[in-house]
């Protein structure tokens, strides 16, 4: 399909803390919870103006464990690419983490598999075109479309379905708002399914019982933050110039970046180191192995591979559904697909979704794309063998989900 819409995710991935102190709340109160905090990294950094700064992220549900009772609302404020997702009463987090997220294709994936563009492409089976699953990437109730969630239209949570914000892709969609009407002495989780290690855990108390306040929220929301900063800080300063190389068992030397680092709460959306320097003829290895959160690529050569974003989530209009003979077609002018949303589709070609080339550069009309890995799909490393030589800033790899700024550049030097 043809695709003019070009929507990067700029990070753009079990919080379980027991309240400290509560206060009893009546009955249609409201809570307000971060998702997600933007961290600016560096020395000097000035987080102000963004200048000298590398980027991370806050991976949480910026809350303690939440007590509310039936009838509060609860008022999702996202500061990145997130969704709250409510899960049912009585739904194990990890078992729905595990069966029905993550990939390409379950029913709660961020990304399902588009037969339209695959046919069009050409792709092969095994490495489909996608896009963004409706049933993730919309506000939905047990998977359908929900006209809800807005401060003066909450959606309504009585712990039997999974109620979901959708990803914040527009205009009013940066916050999502649920009214919490399960039972008093009932408990639920809510998680992030882009993100699907982010939790926050709500408990329905009884009328007489004290309730989370915002007080509270906030209190925990700057400590989090304050913790993870510190967290990041120290991990950039000590990965910024390390230099890493090793044998393989094949016998190989190769040359070891990180593209991206993450723990158990907060991301680092860099690659680690920013530049390596290499004989002409060595292969660099990218590793996503460490990624608790977030999915990244390695796509280069910069500028020149910029040409895969415009197939990295498009936007189109799908008339047909899957099901009909005709190709997806561009939203055109005006309100998208003439006003009919649900013809929209948000699309991953399958070669900026599953990888091109040989993995040996050759300079500048090359493009070798990793295709995505991380958290959520293939998190094996991957090789890129350097028989170009570079001018002396060297040849720049980004990445293609978080854009340009998250690069880093490899020097070729003559063979010795």
């Known amino acids: 399909m043809r695709r003019i819409t070009v929507f990067c995710l700029f990070a753009l991935v079990a919080a379980t803390l027991s309240p400290a102190t509560k206060a009893v709340a009546a009955h249609g109160g409201g809570l307000t919870v ?37 009838g509060d609302t609860v008022n999702f404020d996202f500061a990145s690419f997130h969704t709250a997702t409510l899960l049912p009463v ?12 993550g990939g390409v294709g379950k029913p709660y994936s961020l990304l399902i598999q588009d037969p339209d563009d695959t046919a069009e492409e050409g792709a092969p089976a095994e490495k489909p075109a996608v896009k963004a699953n409706p049933a993730t990437a919309n506000r939905t109730i047990g998977g359908a479309p929900a006209d809800c969630g807005t401060p003066d239209n909450p959606c309504d949570y009585d712990g039997t ?7 914040p892709l527009g205009p009013g969609q940066d916050t999502f708002a649920a009214t919490v009407t399960a039972n008093a002495g009932q408990g639920f989780w809510v998680i992030c399914l882009v993100h699907t290690h982010m939790f926050l855990r709500v408990n329905v108390v009884a009328d007489s ?56 709460w907060a991301a680092l959306l860099e690659f680690y180191p920013k530049k390596v320097s290499v004989p002409k003829g060595a292969t660099v290895r990218y590793h996503f192995g460490n990624l608790v959160y977030e999915d990244h690529t390695v796509t280069l050569p910069a500028p ?35 006003g009919n949303f649900s013809q929209i589709e948000i699309d991953i070609s399958s070669r900026a979704m599953w990888g091109m080339g040989d993995g040996i550069f050759t300079g500048s009309t090359d493009l070798e794309h990793s295709g995505v890995r991380g958290a959520q799909f293939s998190n094996s490393f991957y090789d890129v063998k350097f028989r170009a030589r570079s001018a002396k800033k060297g040849w720049k790899a980004f990445c293609l989900i978080h854009g340009p700024g998250m690069a880093n550049r490899v020097v070729v030097k003559p063979t010795i």
């Not at 009585?90 to 997220?101: N, P």
């Not at 991990?235 to 190989?252: E, I, P």
């Open 34 to 70: 971060q998702v997600g905090s933007q961290l600016a990294v560096g020395d000097n950094c000035d987080p102000d103006t963004g200048k000298r700064c590398r980027s991370g992220e806050s991976m949480r549900f910026l809350a303690p464990a939440l007590s509310v009772h039936k």
């Open 90 to 101: 009585g739904q194990d987090a990890l078992v729905f983490r595990g069966s029905q997220t």
């Open 161 to 167: 379905q999974v109620v979901n914000s959708g990803l």
């Open 209 to 264: 019982a004290t309730t989370t306040t915002q007080e509270l929220i906030n209190t925990t929301k700057a400590s989090m933050i304050a913790s993870d900063l510190e967290w990041a800080q120290e991990t950039d300063a000590k990965l910024l110039r390390a230099r890493s190389s090793h044998v393989t068992s094949s016998g190989q030397r190769v040359y070891d970046v990180k593209a991206g680092v993450d723990n158990h």
């Open 304 to 338: 020149s591979a910029f040409d895969l974003f415009p197939e990295f989530f498009a936007f189109g209009c799908d008339p047909d559904a899957d099901a009909g003979p005709g190709p997806d077609t561009p939203p055109g002018e005006g309100p998208p697909c003439g």
